[in-house]
């Protein structure tokens, strides 16, 4: 009998093969640059404990393979693990559309790992980010 806990192997995907709405992205990706974008302290609005025990910090960070680059969002205890130069594998990455878009993000349901340096050179001219999307409402008829 097969093992109740049998995991499937996680298929990797490139940065190219990424498009708007998607989820469940498994890539391997060294970090080209990172930035930090603020540090948002929850005044003002609603708190919730968690929320008002530490300010939760943003970093957008350009990372990339051999296919392209994308900017990623990384969110608290992820900016750490955002150093130029390091290769990560981001478990159950999604697509999230920010201002047109696409940004990559890790949610509480994915994982990032820091992983053996890759051997690929990042192809820094092939920007996803860069790339505007426009929502369009098609109507059938």
């Known amino acids: 009998m097969a093992t109740p806990a049998a995991k499937r192997k996680p298929v990797f995907v490139k940065?190219?093969?990424?498009?708007?709405?998607?989820?469940?992205?498994?890539l391997t990706v060294?970090?080209?640059?990172?930035k930090p974008v603020k540090t948002v302290s929850n005044r003002g609005g609603r708190t919730s404990?968690?929320?008002a025990a530490r300010p939760s910090r943003i970093a957008e960070c350009l990372v990339g393979d051999e296919t392209g680059t994308i900017v990623f969002t990384a969110r608290n205890?992820?900016?750490?693990?955002?150093?130029p130069g390091s290769t990560l594998?981001?478990?159950?990455?999604?697509?999230?559309?920010f201002k047109g878009s696409m940004r990559l993000a890790v949610d509480k349901w994915g994982r990032i790992e820091v992983?053996?340096?890759a051997t690929f050179e990042v192809k820094e001219d092939n920007n996803l980010s860069l790339v505007e999307y426009e929502l369009v409402n098609v109507v059938e008829e």
């Open 15 to 26: 940065v190219d093969q990424l498009k708007p709405g998607t989820s469940g992205h498994t």
């Open 30 to 34: 060294k970090v080209v640059s990172s």
């Open 49 to 51: 404990m968690l929320a």
């Open 77 to 83: 205890e992820q900016v750490e693990l955002m150093k």
């Open 89 to 97: 594998i981001l478990r159950n990455a999604k697509i999230d559309m």
């Open 115 to 117: 992983t053996e340096p």
